[in-house]
């Protein structure tokens, strides 16, 4: 069983401050991607990486594929209400693509 | 479709009644899975269709269980005599298969409440 790990798994902070979460695995995957997901809906694509050391901007997010693609990062910069929700990381493995998902990281930024 | 529909958007169902949940994935998108989402809990993966096969379905949880799809489009999910525990969020996708990586569109889910 592939397993992705999220840390933390709870982030509250204030708007403007700055977070990192974190996406860890034992396994090697093809792709990996984030995905945010609010109350009541399903989850929506924000990135997908595929390189080893791929690094990917966003606005004030930047997502970072690990060298071993074992591992991936969130970074948001400047926090905005707006940014509340569950992020969720993915990784795609075997030759029937399929997906696998973390348990995600809850967050919510206070005005 | 613009996006994937699922249906019924709730569902409350008695102890050991049968449900049946479905999904529209996105027009030519070949791929289709299935996930259930617990309160506070992750993604759990359920099964995989290509086209109308499913070539991995180790992730439903008990014989109780199936799912199918028709037509390389519509997909029912089916859970027989359903117990509490099977109160959750049923969250369907869709993809273009691409090498190298599985983008998926979820549709809004069924939420599934068996009292």
């Known amino acids: 069983t592939q397993l992705l790990e999220q840390s933390p798994q709870f982030l509250s902070i204030q708007e403007g401050e700055n977070l990192t979460v974190y996406c860890n695995s034992s396994?090697?995957?093809?792709?990996l991607q984030w995905y945010r997901q609010e109350p009541g809906e399903g989850p929506v694509l924000l990135v997908t990486?595929?390189?080893?050391?791929e690094v990917k901007k966003l606005k004030r997010l930047t997502f970072q594929f690990g060298d071993a693609r074992k591992d991936s990062s969130l970074h948001i910069t400047a926090a905005q209400p707006g940014d509340t929700g569950l992020y969720l990381c993915?990784?795609?493995?075997?030759?029937?693509?399929?997906?696998?998902f973390g348990i995600g990281t809850k967050l919510q930024v206070i005005p | 479709g613009a996006g994937v529909s699922q249906s019924p958007s709730n569902k409350v169902t008695e102890k050991g009644k049968d449900v049946e949940l479905r999904c529209d994935p996105i027009?030519?998108?070949?791929?289709l899975y299935w996930y259930r989402q617990s309160l506070g809990q992750g993604l759990e993966f359920l099964i995989y269709?290509?086209?109308?096969?499913?070539?991995?379905k180790s992730g439903l949880p008990s014989d109780r269980f199936s799912a199918e799809r028709t037509g390389g489009s519509v997909s029912t999910l089916t859970i027989q005599r359903t117990q509490q525990e099977d109160s959750a969020v049923y969250l369907c996708?869709?993809?273009?298969?691409?090498?190298?990586?599985?983008?998926?569109?979820f549709g809004e889910g069924s939420r599934l409440t068996v009292l």
């Open positions: 027009s030519g998108h070949t791929a």
């Open positions: 269709f290509q086209g109308n096969s499913a070539p991995d």
């Open positions: 990486v595929v390189t080893g050391g």
């Open positions: 996708a869709s993809s273009l298969v691409a090498s190298g990586a599985a983008e998926l569109f």
């Open positions: 396994s090697v995957f093809s792709s």
């Open positions: 993915a990784g795609t493995s075997g030759g029937y693509q399929k997906v696998t």
